[in-house]
């Protein structure tokens, strides 16, 4: 029997079995190739267990599984059955919520509330999507007398979704709830930094009564697993949530196999926008949140703070204060808001941005440095006197780091707000709706957040503008990325033509 089940522990629920196989065919399986590698604990920097690796070889069975899936059960099953199937799914996530959680504290470094919170829009997101799964409709239309013309949605067929490290659980649910109810399969594949939650998962879907390789998740590396996706030949449709150097060379690898259809969700530089007549607290809350949630780690993170002139100063002494009461440290306790970057790569990304604030001029209001000696955790840090070239205003740094602006005008603050690459997110904080429609409207972002921040909500279509990506997750509107049109005219008799 192979080695596909270790024992774990986590500091709140005890042992638990933690699934390390690939999970192909409803069985968790070792590699062809046999290869393995390591999860780390970004808390404490120490190695949690090792899983299986996936090689182009398990992906060409990944793939095998869910196309022989998609041509055979999969399509018997009708649409009100997928339905059930997702729901149940969803049930039992909310079953496991304590558990989940957990896990993906101990792997990404989130916190136990936070990890909480995305266990309960992973809920969310499955049952919602279950219930769209016998509401997929078509049309007709009347073109001619003697002709019967109907509009119908199919499913693409087989999907590979490649998914990131920051929310390892809700990008999952993100991207197979679209899929499968709509009736594709999938092979998805996680982030190598964070491979253990979804398999915790995966137990579900065989538990739930999925046939065998209608939902295959892997664990392997972006250059061998997810490249290999990206170019197979018959994989119908790739769905990428990463950096947008990456997403770029997605589209390139399906550009140049099969012509897979492709979307995207890039990146962020995203502006957060505070008027004069803004309620100063409530602005300095969600500009806290904007930024400092998931320790930085979002694509739609506010990380460009523009303060109008006649508050300016008052909001940066309030925010600053803000920042350093936000608790940092063990993602177990119940108190925290901050844990550990994801790992001691991006932990080095985002310490190099802050040493290029440094060398550029900016000025460090807060933070600037590690918190504690192990694990890796970073102050919340705040720059002002940032200008717009410099590197901390135009790329993305995904990490506890905001750099904030003085504006004068409306005009000059849209200018500003729109002076980036990227278009995922931004928001508006005034107590004038008409500023907050104008300015909303003026903003190139997929999503304008007025008065808040970061209220994603899987009703709400999410994604970019510019090269924050291509396509859009969520709501109604993702369902018609994993469907394909077919129009089909139908003659009733009647003269031959011509
Ligand atoms: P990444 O884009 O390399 O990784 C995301 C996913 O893509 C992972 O599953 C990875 O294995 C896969 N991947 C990597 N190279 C691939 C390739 N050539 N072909 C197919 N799949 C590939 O992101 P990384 O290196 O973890 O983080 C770097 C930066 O990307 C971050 O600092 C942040 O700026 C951005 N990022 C943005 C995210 C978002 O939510 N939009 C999420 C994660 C990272
Ligand atoms: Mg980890």
Redesign the pocket.
């Known amino acids: 029997m192979a080695n596909v089940f270790t024992e774990l522990k986590t500091p709140i629920t005890g042992t638990y079995k933690q699934p390390t196989g690939l999970f192909i065919n409803n069985e968790f399986v070792e590699g062809v190739d046999k290869k393995t590698f390591e999860v780390i604990n970004p808390s404490t920097e120490e190695v949690i267990c090792s899983v299986h690796e996936a090689t182009e070889k398990d992906v060409d069975i990944a793939v095998a599984a869910a196309r022989k899936a998609f041509e055979g059960p999969w399509r018997e099953v009708t649409p009100q059955k997928r339905g059930q199937l997702m729901y149940k799914l969803a049930e039992l996530c909310e079953q496991n919520l304590d558990i989940l959680a957990a896990v993906e504290s101990l792997d990404n470094g989130k916190s136990i509330t936070l990890a909480r919170g995305d266990v309960g829009a992973v809920v969310g997101c499955l049952k919602y999507y279950a219930g769209w799964a016998d509401k997929i409709e078509g049309t007709t239309t009347d073109v001619a007398p003697d002709m019967f013309h109907y509009i119908k949605k199919e499913p693409i067929g087989v999907c590979g979704q ?6 390892p659980l809700l ?1 999952l649910a993100w991207k197979i709830g679209p899929a499968l109810c709509t009736g594709n399969t999938v092979v998805l ?5 964070t491979p253990l939650s979804a398999l915790v998962l995966a137990q579900y879907v065989k538990e739930a009564g999925f046939p065998p390789g209608v939902l295959n998740i892997i664990s ?4 061998v ?6 170019a197979h030949m018959d994989v119908d449709k790739v769905a ?8 770029r ?2 589209m390139k ?1 399906a550009a140049s196999s099969n012509l897979k259809k492709v979307t995207l ?4 530089k995203s502006p957060n926008i505070v008027f004069n007549d803004a309620d100063i607290e409530q602005a300095i809350s969600w500009v806290n949140f904007g930024i400092y949630y998931n320790h930085g ?4 993170a506010g990380t460009r703070i523009y303060v109008q002139d006649g508050i300016y100063d008052k909001f940066v002494a309030a925010f600053k204060k803000r920042a350093e009461a936000n608790k940092v440290g063990d993602p177990f306790h119940h108190e925290t808001f901050q844990g550990p970057q ?2 001691q ?2 932990f080095d ?2 310490m190099g941005y802050i040493q290029a604030g440094k060398e550029e001029g900016a000025t460090i209001e807060t933070g600037g440095d590690r918190h504690g000696d192990k694990g890796y955790f970073i102050q919340p840090t705040i720059f002002s006197n940032v200008r717009s070239d410099m590197k901390i205003m135009q ?5 506890p780091v905001c750099a904030i602006a003085k504006f004068s005008t409306e005009e000059e603050v849209i200018k500003l707000g729109n002076d980036t690459t990227y278009g ?1 997110a931004a928001a508006v904080h005034t107590k004038d709706l008409n500023t907050a429609i104008r300015v909303s409207n003026a903003l190139k972002a997929g999503t304008v957040w007025v008065n808040c921040y970061n209220m994603i909500h899987h009703q709400m279509p999410f994604g970019g503008y510019k090269a ?2 291509i396509g859009r997750e969520l709501g109604k509107e993702v369902l018609n990325n994993y469907l394909e049109t077919k129009s089909v005219s139908v003659r009733l008799g009647g003269a031959l033509f011509g």
Do not use: D, Y
């Open positions: 490649i998914i990131p490290w920051n929310f990008m594949k996680t982030a190598e930094q392997g590396f972006g250059k697993a997810g490249a290999a996706i990206s990428f949530t990463g950096s947008t150097i990456v997403g060379a997605i690898a969700e890039l990146g962020g780690q979002c694509c739609c994801v790992s790569l991006q990304r985002i790329e993305e740094i995904f990490g995922l924050s990506g």
